[in-house]
């Protein structure tokens, strides 16, 4: 047998125990950097050996790269380029990229973003014209870079194993919100802020040690929400996107979050902007009232004899605020506002956990504590995730 087929033939043997591997593991693909568009990424693999196949399905190995080789990727038409200079090495309709060990880190750079990551990269075109970026990786690899995204570096263990907890429950739920994109979920806050894969060893213990656990009321998956800081009180699910959700409802929190750096701020206001809030027909510019909600935020706007029922979630965005939990006065011209916490508020706050934890409360008093009636298991609808 030549020395080139016995090659081959000891890749496919490892590739064979690599997927048995992995068959045992949870994967999930994630969509990467659509919101910039890339055209091209530069790819780095510096402590493994990548192997290039031709499509996911009966993929087709047509190339193999030492370690520490990084190389471009480049979008030609509809075809996928690989470079390396301004050599075309290889050229693709779907690019497998899959390193040569379990979990294997590797970069992706170019002029606007850079990002580590772990797992395989799937790389194709988009319909609009861009690269789409695929990034196959175990779920709590993925959920390592999750937490880290969204709740930052903190020291709180229990806190990041709140948080990793509403984390994974969200991905379970909603994986198959960009299925006929080609993957499950996305790396915005659409679905979860996924920046790099995390290196923070309280991040990655605090996922593994929870490993599969989930948060459930009544045998479902929860809708497990969560806002940087809810400025004393968690929001109503009803009065913020008029939803009834029995375990989304207000908290008294101010004990826990009071002293973070969000709890309180204050802002000016031009009234042109607080005009926004106020129908254009509309003849008089200086009566506006609200009626708070049961958390404090604005629920029913008043203006002249009319009343106009409007969500927290509109107030927020339409005037740009960190939160709408707000108490305003109008002086010569403009709305001084004073504010309480950071995003709609809703579920679990995550300064308040910070605020619990180290007080000594477990992740599972934290999780109870701002989703009412739920209790933590474990499911098993991902196992057949394809």
Known sequence: MKIKQIYFVVVYFILFILFSLHA??????????????????????????VWLFEGTQNAQL??????????SIKLSGKKIELYQ???????????????????????????????????????????NGYLTL?????????????????????????????????????????????????FHLCDQQHCQAYKSVSTYKP?????????????????KLIDALFSACCGGVTADAQEVWNKDIPYLKPVLDGK?????????????LPYSEWRKLIPAEDSIPSILYYIPDQSGRPHKILYRNTESIMNDNT????????????????????VWIEGYGFGHGVG???????????????YQNIVKYYYKDVILGYDTEMDTVE
């Open 256 to 268: 826990y979050c009071q002293g973070s750096k969000n709890f309180k701020w204050s802002i000016c």
């Open 348 to 362: 679990l706050c995550q300064e308040g956990a910070i605020g619990m934890a180290k007080q000594g409360f477990t």
């Open 203 to 219: 991040v990655i213990d605090a996922v593994f040690a929870t490993k599969g656990e989930v948060i459930m009321y009544q045998g």
């Open 134 to 182: 695929v990034n196959e990786i175990d779920i709590e690899w993925y959920l390592c870079g999750v937490v880290e995204s969204e709740i930052g570096r903190i020291k709180q263990t229990e806190a990041l194993k709140a948080q990793t907890l509403c984390a994974r429950t969200y991905v379970i739920r909603g994986y198959k919100r960009h299925l006929q994109e080609g």
């Open 62 to 71: 047509k190339k193999t790269l030492h370690k520490d080789t990084p190389f």
């Open 24 to 49: 045992h593991g949870r994967e999930v693909k994630i969509g990467l950097w659509s919101d910039i568009e890339p055209k091209s990424v530069r790819y780095h693999s510096e402590k493994h050996e």
């Open 85 to 127: 200079g301004s050599d075309v090495l290889e050229t693709f309709d779907t690019l497998y990229i899959y390193p040569n060990a379990i979990h294997a880190d590797f970069t992706l750079k170019n002029p606007y973003r850079t990002g580590n990551y772990k797992g395989k990269l799937i790389c194709y075109a988009h319909t």
């Open 315 to 334: 107030v927020r965005t339409q005037l740009r605020l960190r939160s709408a939990k707000i108490k305003y006065t109008i002086q010569n011209g403009s």
